[in-house]
C-alpha cells in the first residue's frame, strides 16, 4: 500500500473500563517502533475515542519525527544554503521554547525565498504553526493555523509522502476542531 509505518491495536472492556493496546511497527522491516497501553473509564464513549486518539497522536510524533529526521536528511534541495536554513531551524524547533519556534519559522521563510518550492521547509513552517496554536503561543491563534494548514498543503502538493506536512495538516485541523478530517488526514500516515 506504500506505507512507511502500520498502527495496530486492539480493545478490551470489562465492565466499565476499557484497554487499548496499540503498537506502530515499520512497514518495510517489520521492527516495532513503539508500543503502550492505555487503561481507560467507559463513561462517554466518543470522549474516550478523542483522548485515546489525541493520546497516541501525540505519542507518535516524537517516535516518527526522529525516523523521519533521518530521512529527510535523504532529500536535499538543489540550494544548499535552503538545505543549511532548514536544517539548523529543525534544531531550533526541538529546542521548544516560544523564541526558538519563532526563530526557527524565520530560517524556513528565509530557505523559501531561495527555493519557494522547497517542500520540507513549507511542511515545518506548518510544524511550528501547530507548536505556536498548540501552546498558546501564537500572537492570532486562527490565523497562524489558517497559515499552517496553507503551508502543509503547499508542502503535500510538493512532496505527497512528506510525513512533517501531514502530521501538521492533522494536528492543525484538530486544533481548528475539525475533528473528522483531522482523523482522516493523520489516518494517511498509517
Same mark, same amino acid.
Given at each position: 500500500m506504500g506505507v512507511r509505518y502500520v498502527l495496530e491495536g486492539s480493545v478490551r472492556r470489562a465492565s466499565d473500563r476499557v484497554r487499548v493496546s496499540a503498537k506502530l511497527i515499520e512497514a518495510a522491516s517489520g521492527a516495532h517502533v513503539w508500543a503502550d497501553r492505555f487503561d481507560r473509564d467507559l463513561e462517554d464513549i466518543f470522549e474516550l475515542q478523542d483522548d =485515546? %486518539?489525541? %493520546? =497516541? +497522536? +501525540? %505519542?507518535? $510524533?516524537? $517516535?516518527l519525527a526522529a525516523s523521519e529526521r533521518q530521512r529527510v536528511g535523504r532529500k536535499p534541495t538543489s540550494e544548499r544554503e535552503a538545505w543549511e536554513l532548514v536544517l539548523n531551524g529543525v534544531a531550533m524547533v526541538h529546542q521548544s521554547s516560544r523564541e526558538s519556534l519563532q526563530a526557527a519559522s524565520d530560517l524556513f521563510k528565509r530557505a523559501l525565498t531561495l527555493d519557494p518550492n522547497f517542500g520540507r521547509a513549507h511542511a515545518y513552517l506548518a510544524h511550528v504553526a501547530n507548536r505556536l496554536a498548540f501552546l498558546g503561543w501564537a500572537v492570532n491563534r486562527e490565523e497562524t493555523i489558517r497559515h499552517g494548514i496553507k503551508h502543509a498543503g503547499t508542502a503535500i502538493s510538493i512532496d505527497p509522502n512528506d510525513y512533517v506536512a501531514h502530521a501538521s495538516l492533522g494536528y492543525l485541523l484538530l486544533l481548528q476542531g475539525n475533528h473528522k478530517a483531522a482523523i482522516e488526514e493523520l489516518e494517511t500516515l498509517m
Open positions: =485515546i %486518539t489525541q %493520546t =497516541i +497522536a +501525540a %505519542t507518535l $510524533e516524537p $517516535e
